[in-house]
């Protein structure tokens, strides 16, 4: 992800392919709507210049507290402190690798654990094991025209006699999802903004994580150095900017925020100046999942990020879509809609740490020309993975030893 920011954005474009489009209210899962309270308004902020009014309360579900943070921090790098220099690199990759793995043990068990039990003293690849291969590939949520596709592939490459045995079949099948992944992770092409910040908008459904995924991009960003705003542009639910703020104090940064029921387009309006006046190198926002109307949500964002346009031409240079990967096929037909309403330029996939449903990584690259820039494999904040097709492939179908399968 740093690669992605630092260096350039990738190239995006909207690819789609047949599937059931669910209307926007099966979509967007409802839970139950909050009244918003009045508050005062705030910025959060230990580095403004101005003097600030501070508002904050414990929120319901605000995630980890800062202790677990830290203790998993210590636990996500138990190689850090190597002494030998010139070894500690690897050896650091090596477990975050295996962290991974670990996460992603539900989809493996799901997906390529059923494979190779499917494939178990079989010696030829005939039409009945294709087709309970195809039915594996849609339980474990790989959606069924990218099914169909690897099956229809693996047929005629059978047909062509470049597979025959179902070990070279299962490799083949690895390939072609690696090269699905590595299709809509292309180089960059545009750049960073010759001058203000770089804005990124976050949006998705209530509850997918958008708010954590949030606290775990600036702290990535801080790490590398970059300067973050965070702005609280959930005004719907009440706890949701104070849920930020917890966030931003536990990363270090700065939270720009109005009262509960504000306008978020004023809010944003007013952080893109605040960071532009201070040299903020990244604004991250918040955006509400659910309106009191659904329709309004789309309706919502589309202004947002138009107010964002005309204040900082360019802006906003990502709209991440943040999916749950729980939801499993509602996660496509969600993309879709965000998609159609506002341009989706990244998606980030979480929760892949508690589910079987890890296919929908595959689903997602192979139904969308968007990028996924980020997996979220935990709720704490080191638990926010840079997507890497060859690593996710590799932590799925290898041995965990040294990555081949
Ligand atoms: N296991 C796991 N939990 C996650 C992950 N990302 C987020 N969560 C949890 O998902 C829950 C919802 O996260 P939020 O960040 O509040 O989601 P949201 O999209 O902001 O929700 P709304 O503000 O209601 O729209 C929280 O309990 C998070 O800790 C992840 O990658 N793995
Ligand atoms: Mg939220």
Same mark, same amino acid.
């Given at each position: 992800?740093?690669?992605?920011?630092?260096?350039k954005?990738?190239?995006l474009?909207? %690819?789609?392919?047949?599937?059931?489009?669910?209307?926007?209210?099966?979509?967007?899962?409802?839970?139950? #709507?909050?009244?918003?309270?009045?508050?005062?308004?705030?910025?959060?902020?230990?580095?403004?210049?101005?003097?600030?009014?501070?508002?904050?309360?414990?929120?319901?579900?605000? %995630?980890?507290?800062?202790?677990?943070?830290?203790?998993?921090?210590?636990?996500?790098?138990?190689?850090?402190?190597?002494?030998?220099?010139?070894?500690?690199e +690897?050896?650091?990759?090596?477990?975050?690798?295996?962290?991974?793995?670990a996460?992603?043990?539900? &989809?493996?068990?799901?997906?390529?654990?059923?494979?190779?039990?499917?494939?178990?003293?079989?010696?030829?690849?005939?039409?009945?094991?294709?087709?309970?291969?195809?039915?594996?590939?849609?339980?474990?949520?790989?959606?069924?025209?990218?099914?169909?596709?690897?099956?229809?592939?693996a047929?005629?490459?059978?047909?062509?006699?470049?597979?025959?045995?179902?070990?070279?079949?299962?490799a083949?099948?690895?390939?072609?999802? /690696?090269?699905?992944?590595?299709?809509?992770?292309?180089?960059?092409?545009l750049?960073?903004?010759?001058?203000?910040?770089?804005?990124?908008?976050?949006?998705?459904?209530?509850?997918?994580?958008?708010?954590?995924?949030?606290g775990?991009?600036?702290?990535?960003?801080?790490?590398?150095g970059?300067?973050?705003?965070?702005?609280a542009?959930?005004?719907?639910?009440?706890?949701?900017? #104070?849920? /930020?703020?917890?966030?931003?104090?536990?990363?270090?940064?700065?939270?720009?925020s109005?009262?509960?029921?504000?306008?978020?387009?004023?809010?944003?309006?007013?952080?893109?100046?605040?960071? &532009?006046?201070?040299?903020f190198?990244?604004?991250?926002?918040?955006?509400?999942g659910?309106?009191?109307?659904?329709?309004?949500?789309?309706?919502?964002?589309?202004?947002?990020?138009?107010?964002?346009?005309?204040?900082?031409?360019?802006? +906003?240079?990502?709209?991440?879509? =943040? /999916?749950?990967?729980?939801?499993?096929?509602n996660?496509?037909?969600?993309?879709?809609?965000?998609?159609?309403? =506002?341009?989706?330029?990244?998606?980030?996939?979480?929760?892949?740490?508690?589910?079987?449903?890890?296919?929908?990584?595959v689903?997602?690259?192979?139904?969308f020309?968007?990028?996924?820039?980020?997996?979220?494999?935990?709720?704490?904040?080191e638990?926010?993975?840079?997507?890497?097709?060859?690593?996710?492939?590799?932590a799925?179908?290898?041995?965990?030893?040294? %990555?081949?399968s």
């Amino acid at each position: 992800m740093l690669g992605w920011f630092k260096k350039k954005l990738k190239k995006l474009g909207i %690819g789609k392919k047949e599937e059931e489009v669910l209307a926007p209210e099966e979509i967007i899962q409802d839970a139950q #709507e909050v009244e918003a309270e009045p508050e005062a308004p705030c910025v959060e902020t230990d580095q403004a210049e101005e003097p600030v009014d501070v508002v904050l309360e414990a929120p319901p579900d605000a %995630g980890p507290l800062p202790e677990e943070i830290v203790a998993a921090e210590d636990e996500a790098q138990p190689c850090a402190e190597e002494p030998q220099a010139v070894q500690e690199e +690897p050896v650091v990759k090596k477990g975050m690798f295996q962290r991974l793995r670990a996460r992603l043990s539900k &989809t493996r068990d799901s997906f390529v654990r059923r494979v190779d039990a499917l494939f178990l003293g079989k010696r030829v690849i005939d039409d009945e094991l294709l087709d309970e291969l195809e039915e594996i590939l849609i339980t474990a949520d790989l959606g069924v025209g990218t099914a169909q596709d690897l099956i229809d592939d693996a047929r005629s490459r059978v047909a062509r006699k470049e597979l025959s045995d179902p070990a070279t079949l299962k490799a083949a099948i690895k390939e072609k999802i /690696l090269s699905y992944l590595l299709s809509v992770d292309r180089p960059a092409e545009l750049v960073m903004p010759e001058s203000g910040p770089f804005v990124i908008m976050v949006v998705g459904v209530n509850g997918v994580g958008k708010t954590t995924t949030i606290g775990k991009m600036a702290h990535k960003f801080v790490k590398s150095g970059q300067s973050v705003l965070l702005v609280a542009g959930d005004t719907f639910r009440a706890a949701a900017v #104070e849920q /930020l703020q917890i966030w931003g104090e536990r990363v270090g940064v700065n939270v720009v925020s109005q009262k509960s029921g504000a306008d978020p387009s004023s809010v944003v309006y007013d952080a893109i100046d605040f960071a &532009t006046n201070r040299n903020f190198d990244v604004i991250i926002m918040d955006t509400a999942g659910r309106l009191h109307t659904k329709v309004n949500l789309m309706e919502e964002l589309k202004k947002i990020k138009r107010v964002m346009g005309k204040k900082l031409p360019g802006a +906003p240079h990502e709209i991440m879509l =943040v /999916l749950d990967a729980t939801t499993g096929q509602n996660g496509i037909s969600q993309a879709r809609l965000f998609d159609e309403a =506002v341009g989706i330029t990244g998606i980030t996939l979480t929760k892949l740490d508690g589910t079987a449903k890890g296919g929908i990584v595959v689903n997602v690259c192979h139904d969308f020309n968007i990028p996924i820039r980020f997996i979220g494999i935990g709720e704490k904040m080191e638990d926010l993975r840079d997507f890497d097709p060859n690593e996710f492939v590799e932590a799925l179908f290898g041995t965990g030893e040294n %990555g081949s399968s």
